[in-house]
């Protein structure tokens, strides 16, 4: 399992990459891809929409189960990966990368600092199996 040193974790196994300009960068853990199976269908959200912290704001399906994927701060999508429509396997073979599901200006970008780093990440994982 790979968890990037550079990224912050949600509870809810969304990944969260702040970039230069101050906006994030959203998909979901390797662990979670792991978990879900191979997925066949990704519904991104609508660029625009503002959201809550903890909000369900994006599907992803796999051949095993759909899961909600969840907004990881407050903040406005400005962003979608439109390319999963088609190539929804992108999640599994590279999910740090092209990957990605959405990017999202926060509301606070402070609050990225409330969600979990590597180390913290690969405890919670440890203490729920």
């Known amino acids: 399992m790979e968890i990037p040193g550079d990224l912050k974790f949600a509870p809810s196994h969304e990944w969260v990459r702040v970039e230069e300009d101050g906006s994030v960068t959203v998909g979901i853990s390797d662990h979670a891809q792991e978990q879900l199976g191979d997925l066949v269908f990704v519904e991104t959200p609508e660029v625009d929409r503002v959201c809550e912290a903890e909000e369900g704001i994006a599907v992803v399906e796999s051949v095993k189960a759909a899961s909600d994927i ?14 999963l429509a088609e190539n929804p396997e992108l999640v599994n073979s590279d999910p740090y990368g092209e990957g990605w599901l959405f990017k999202m200006q926060p509301d606070q970008v ?3 600092d409330n969600l979990m780093d590597p180390d913290d990440y690969e405890a919670f994982i440890d203490s729920s199996e």
């Open 70 to 83: 969840y907004a990881p701060v407050a903040g406005t999508i400005i962003d979608a990966n439109v390319e």
């Open 110 to 112: 402070d609050d990225v």
